[in-house]
């Protein structure tokens, strides 16, 4: 009577205390089999009774066992941690800007305020406004000089090498005087390292007018050097060649990081090169229609990799394309 008392009362709440109620009662070593042992110790005339009660109470607690493994069983799972409504919400992190976009932004601020318009181009391109457009003959060697990814044959489309595909596109839909820039992604077949990578950026500006001189390149390369890497920068233009552009130049800024004390990114020669400028060609204004008896201009190129890597001294490329937080981050909050 008194164990099946016990047994009525004991509470099943979780799977422990389920499996506690079996061994106390169910199993081999425990109370209701015990009882069970015990019938050989009764007097004859009462084994009956006495077994029957046992009996009951085997049942009794076998039955409860079941029915509580069962709703145990169906219980979901997640009611465990409840959910306190009280408590401030977890804050998500704050997305930031790329550190591309961020210098891309800030060179079509200064562009634009020189009196840039910007203009767009595909980067798939046809033979025409990658190459011939400008001025590269059909064998030349300078074809070689940027890896180009083909997409078809026999007519060529390929994947724009250079945005200055753009600046084809814009002269021959445009009469000067244009004053134009554009901002894209080009390819070239490279390696992926440190240094290069075979997807960038380019920024491409040009300006077309009556009597455009080489000295209005040059203040103008200045004045953009100026206010994207600060005042006391300085730059440098040496000679090189472009099929494009006729005479040709290399342009280096005074290194920004060892302010020409000599450091690794400079080589220490206390420039860097940022990119390429001269005056377009006569033969590209006259494949888009343009008199070069009239009209004379000036173009430029540059990396926005290349730029934003002397801004914030990043050494390594494959960052930018990486997308690992912990490069991203730095950058947070410069909305
Ligand atoms: N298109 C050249 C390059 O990709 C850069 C350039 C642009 C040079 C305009 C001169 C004038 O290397």
Known sequence: EALKKEVEAFEITNEATLEQFRQQYLSKKGAIPELMSKIKDIAPEERRNYGAAVNALKQLAEEKWRSHKERLEQLPEAVEPPIDLT??????????????????????????RMGFCQADGPEIEDDFHNFTGLNFPPDHPAREMQDTFFIERNPDILLRTHTSSVQIRVMKNNRPPMRMFSVGRVYRNEAISARAHCIFHQIEGFFIDKAVSFADLKQTLYHFAKELFGKETQIRLRPSYFPFTEPSAELDISCNICKGKGCNICKYSGWVEIGGAGMIHPNVLENCGIDPEEYTGFAFGMGLERITMLKYQIKDLRLFTENDWRFLEQFEGLF
């Open 87 to 112: 408590l401030p919400p977890l804050t998500e992190p704050m997305g930031g800007v790329h550190p591309l976009s961020i210098v891309r932004r800030q060179i079509v601020q200064v562009l634009e």
